[in-house]
């Protein structure tokens, strides 16, 4: 009679190899490089089916000889097939990913690079994606799972771990569903968490598996869902930045560029039969600000209404105070996406959250928020990390923040819903109040006639210095000046007026920026309601604005002009003085320059006879410059040499502040009148020190001007590589003050020069 025996299984043939190599279970694992835990289960039978580079490296140890190794590493093969075909379906299933998803790139081949690296086991690869609502975390980790796919034949299960709800998943609530999609039958479910997660991890360790954790709400809740190493992969998402989670790398979702949910929109619509074309969905991608939900939500309603026009959905979505009311589509709401987020704050933080809205730039700092929310700064602090984590702010470079335009709108929305009319009004005057304080006394460092100001108020220790107030107004121009806006609509004309003046000087070392006319304007309205020799400084500073930053040298001379019968009424030297000094500025870049020299010589003269030598010396380089151009380079020479050594002498009576400041830009003429007059190596040295000088004072159009004279010398000199050199760093300086044609002059001669 024949005697039919079974073939052993893989873990009866494992146990046999490992006898017959005379080896204990603990000495084949550290031999492998298998852990001991892994080794037990496949021997028991609880593995059936490891992968091939573990089976691999069993053989090798065991110097198996080719036909029982191959012979084990068939087993492991069809244990596994079998396991595929055994393990309960429907768990942890996949969702269905999105047939239009676009753009995401850069990000899916971060997701990929992370979890798709077969090569290294030792560590776990966990990949977490975090930010705001609305971003499409959950639709990309999906698009991830199902487009890798076929890099984990052991499963893609994915989990939502409801980390917005009121009552997250709990870790033993979680784990369950995990250990039955992979295999473990409920009777041999631990029922210690702990007990769980080791065998999760155990599970995960030889399994070519990708674990899709959607939606995280803490750290606590995510450690034990994690692979502890070898094969198994995770993809966690969140809206909190979970920034204790050890050992993970992080993708910060940000919203798609302009063209990509542009093309998203399209993809949504590819089957509306209304011909919509692409500069009417770039106005609505731009609307929704590069949100995919707002962009799928305004897709959705266009296809399922096709008789709309999306031109005039476009309209209905510019209209800021209807804007969220638009963005919803049937159980889709932006609003909603927001509110989740929302209520996971304290109240102390929900007060905060929805008075930023009534800032009026789109950035603020600390100090504001400590403002609105009238705490503490310190308290702020903690406030602004806890609107980050969520996703409800963005934060930025040196301190800033920033709402996204959707989740702005979200706060004036539940500041009008839950705060009462009067108390938005109080809040919103105290900001603005406080907004044109500190930019009015940032303004008083720079004055001749105040220097430091006096700060009797705490939160105004941070302009304790001349570089806090520079770089305090600089950060919060669109936030002061939209103050400005409002007080002077108010009627409130003194505040406004006083803050105008403030600036003139300061407006000086920032002469580039675009908003100087608003601001004078604002500040000659608020004069004109009753004090005309102030309404003709503010005309002066309207001419200096039309004069520098605004290239208009007629509507200048108009303004000075309109100054000098003002003064002339009012009875003010000073103003007179100012007016025919920006009168000479005007018309000298008019070439009417016997004019300019006459208008500067009484300037002149009337501000040194008042003892007001830092305008004095302001005329002396005026009536230079006016030489210069008029040919006499000798005598412009001797004119800016003369102001030179004034600057430079404690007892002339000018300002230390503005000596500082002017000294730079004398030495930078003294420079070009030696290059006009072919002293180009003296003209070199001078050019080179004004430039580091303007550097380290700010002055950036005048250095770049600088840049360009010595970029000029130095290529008649014969020196073209530093010739191009210099070309190149005037195109950047030029570039960042928003000059564009004279950046692409200068490139153009930088590779001419090089």
């Known amino acids: 009679m024949l005697l039919i025996t079974a073939s052993p299984s893989f873990a009866e043939l494992l146990r046999r190899h490992r006898h017959a190599a005379r080896l204990t279970l603990e000495q084949l694992a550290e031999a492998s490089g298998v852990s001991a835990r892994t080794l037990s289960d496949m021997e028991r039978g609880r593995s059936k089916g490891p992968q091939h580079r573990t089976v691999a490296a069993l053989a090798d140890t065991l110097a198996l000889e080719e036909r029982d190794r191959r012979r084990l590493i068939e087993l492991a093969r069809d244990g596994r097939l079998r396991d595929h075909w055994t393990r309960p379906t429907g768990l942890c299933e996949l969702p269905r990913t999105m047939d239009d998803f676009t753009g995401r790139a850069a990000e899916m081949a971060w997701t990929g690079d992370l979890v798709g690296d077969g090569d290294s086991a030792a560590v776990a690869r966990v990949g977490l994606i975090t930010g705001p609502a609305g971003l499409g975390k959950t639709t990309l980790a999906i698009h991830v799972g199902h487009t890798l796919r076929p890099l984990f034949p052991d499963g893609v299960f994915f989990l939502d771990l409801f980390g917005m709800s009121s009552r997250p998943l709990p870790v033993d609530q979680a784990l369950a569903p995990l250990l039955r999609a992979l295999g473990v039958p409920d009777q041999q479910v631990p029922t210690d968490t702990s007990e769980c997660a080791s065998l999760y991890r155990s599970l995960l360790q030889d399994r070519r598996v990708l674990v899709v954790l959607d939606n995280a709400a803490s750290e606590e809740q995510v450690r034990p869902l994690l692979p502890g190493g070898g094969l198994g992969r995770a993809l966690v998402t969140s809206r909190r930045l979970l920034a204790g989670l050890e050992g993970v790398r992080r993708l910060n979702l940000g919203p798609l560029p302009l063209p990509d949910a542009t093309l998203l929109l399209a993809e949504i619509m590819r089957d509306r039969e209304a011909s919509d074309g692409e500069p009417v969905l770039t106005q609505l991608a731009r609307l929704c600000g590069g949100l995919p939900l707002a962009v799928r939500i305004i897709g959705n309603r266009l296809v399922s209404r096709p008789a709309w026009s999306a031109a005039e959905l476009a309209a209905r979505l510019a209209d800021d105070e209807r804007r969220l009311d638009q963005l919803k589509a049937g159980d889709l709401k932006i609003a909603n996406a927001f509110r989740m987020s929302y209520e996971q704050l304290a109240p102390s933080a929900r007060k905060v959250f929805r008075r930023l809205a009534l800032v009026p730039g789109r950035d603020f700092d600390t100090a504001i928020a400590a403002v609105v929310g009238e705490i503490p700064v310190e308290d702020a602090w903690d406030v602004l990390d806890e609107l980050i984590d969520l996703g409800l702010l963005q934060d930025g470079a040196s301190g800033r923040y920033r709402f996204h335009d959707l989740v702005r709108l979200f706060a004036r929305e539940r500041l009008k819903a839950e705060d009462p009319a009067a108390e938005r009004d109080a809040m919103s005057e105290a900001l603005t109040s406080w907004l044109l304080r500190m930019a009015t006394t940032a303004g008083r460092w720079f004055e001749p006639a105040y220097g430091c100001p006096d700060l009797p108020d705490a939160e105004l220790a941070d302009l304790s210095s001349p570089d806090d107030a520079d770089q305090w107004l600089r950060a919060n121009v669109d936030n002061w000046l939209g103050a400005l806006r409002t007080t002077a609509t108010s009627g409130r004309h003194s505040a406004v007026l006083d803050c105008a003046e403030s600036l003139y000087w300061f407006s000086d070392r920032w002469m580039h920026a675009p908003h100087w006319h608003e601001v004078f304007t604002l500040g000659a309205g608020a004069a004109a309601m009753g004090d005309p020799a102030r309404q003709a400084g503010q005309l002066n500073s309207l001419a200096w604005a039309h004069l520098l930053p605004r290239d208009d040298p007629e509507a200048a001379l108009r303004y000075a002009t309109e100054a000098m019968d003002l003064a002339t009424r009012s009875g003010s030297t000073a103003h007179l003085a100012s007016a025919h000094h920006h009168a000479g500025g005007a018309l000298r870049r008019l070439g009417r320059l016997d004019e300019a020299v006459a208008s500067e010589t009484l300037a002149a003269e009337i501000f040194k006879a008042v003892g007001d030598m830092d305008a004095y010396c302001q005329c002396l380089g005026a009536l230079a410059t006016c030489q210069r151009d008029a040919g006499h380079h000798s005598e412009a020479l001797e004119r ?18 503005v000596a500082a400041f002017t000294r730079p830009i004398a030495l930078a003429r003294v420079g070009e009148c030696l290059g006009l007059l072919g002293r180009r190596a003296e003209a070199i040295a001078e050019l080179s020190e004004a430039i580091s000088l303007m550097e380290q004072a700010q002055l950036p159009v005048p250095q770049a001007r600088s840049l ?21 760093r005037a195109a950047e300086v030029y570039e960042a003050v928003g000059d564009a044609d004279a950046s692409r002059r200068c490139r153009d001669l930088a590779s001419t020069a090089l």
Request: net charge negative; proline share 3%.
């Open 708 to 728: 360009e004279t010595l970029a000029s010398l130095l290529a008649d000199e014969g020196r073209q590589d530093e010739s191009g050199r210099a070309y190149v």
């Open 640 to 657: 800016y040499l003369d102001l030179w050594t004034l600057l430079n002498d404690a007892g002339s009576g000018v300002t230390p502040s």
